[in-house]
C-alpha cells in the first residue's frame, strides 16, 4: 500500500506565504513525477505544478513566479512554496504521484487527501 499525505494548508492573508509538503510511504519499489494540484469551489481541479525525479518543472501560468515546487527524492517527499498569494489561490491542494509499489510491475497515480489554503483579501 501507498499512502500520500500532504501538510501546510491554512488561512493567510494576500500577499502572504504558505508552504505545502507531502511525504509518500509505504511499499513503494519507484516514483516518477510528482506535482500539486488544486481545485476551488465550483471549479474543476487543475494542475498547478509537477516537478520530475531529475527535478525538472513546470507551472501553471497563474502562479508562475510566485510558487515553486522542490522535492527531496531520499524522503520521498514534494513540497510547494507559495510567497505572494492571492485570493483566486484559494482552493483544497492535493498532492499527487505516480508510483510503482513494490509489489506491482506497473505505475499507478496515487493522491492525497488534500489540505485547504484560504486567501483573504
Known amino acids: 500500500q501507498v499512502q500520500v499525505v500532504e501538510s501546510g494548508g491554512g488561512l493567510v492573508q494576500a500577499g502572504g506565504s504558505l508552504r505545502l509538503s507531502c511525504t509518500a510511504s509505504?511499499?513503494?519499489?519507484?516514483?516518477?513525477?510528482m506535482g500539486w494540484y488544486r481545485q476551488a469551489p465550483g471549479k474543476q481541479r487543475e494542475l498547478v505544478a509537477d516537478?520530475?525525479?531529475?527535478?525538472?518543472?513546470n507551472y501553471a501560468d497563474s502562479v508562475k513566479g510566485r510558487f515553486t515546487i522542490s522535492r527531496d527524492n531520499a524522503k520521498n517527499t514534494v513540497y510547494l512554496q507559495m510567497n505572494s498569494l492571492k485570493p483566486e489561490d484559494t482552493a483544497v491542494y492535493y498532492c499527487?504521484?505516480?508510483?510503482?509499489?513494490?509489489?506491482?510491475?506497473?505505475?499507478?497515480?496515487?493522491w492525497g487527501q488534500g489540505t485547504r489554503v484560504t486567501v483573504s483579501s
Open positions: 499527487n504521484g505516480r508510483f510503482r509499489p513494490a509489489d506491482s510491475l506497473f505505475f499507478y497515480d496515487y
Open positions: 509505504g511499499s513503494i519499489f519507484s516514483i516518477k513525477n
Open positions: 516537478i520530475t525525479t531529475g527535478g525538472s518543472t
